[in-house]
């Protein structure tokens, strides 16, 4: 089992800049890669990005790409996203991923999840 658990939400301006944290713990030598989505109020849950944690190479879903920058401490066991430029519309609930395997990760199957970290960006 992998546990995950996230930090750094809370309420911001617009225009500022926030980073938030996932670290993980238990069988972490399981992880293939970890990523970030979010879950605006009334929305689905959409995918920001993944990290391969040895590799440490970042990929972003094409609407993150600018803005949003993940990274990961050395030993791979925490991940965190960065997001500049603030705006309104980056309110959500933040949940960070970890899945054991390229195959799962291909196929959007993330095993484990945290519980989430809340960002409110007012205007």
């Known amino acids: 089992q992998v546990q995950l658990v996230e930090s750094g939400g809370g309420l911001v301006q617009a225009g500022g800049s926030l980073r938030l944290s996932c670290a993980a713990s238990g069988r972490t030598s399981s992880v293939y890669a970890m990523a970030w989505f979010r879950q605006a109020p009334g929305s689905e849950r959409k995918f920001i990005g993944r990290?391969?944690?040895?590799?440490?190479?970042?990929d972003y879903a094409d609407s993150a790409k600018g803005r949003f920058t993940i990274s990961r401490d050395a030993d791979g066991t925490r991940i965190y996203l960065q997001i500049d430029s603030l705006e309104p519309e980056d309110t959500a609930v933040y949940y960070c991923a970890a899945a054991t395997s390229f195959g799962k990760v291909v196929k959007g199957e993330y095993e484990y999840w945290g519980q989430g970290t809340q960002v409110t960006v007012s205007s």
């Open positions: 990290i391969n944690t040895s590799i440490g190479r970042p």
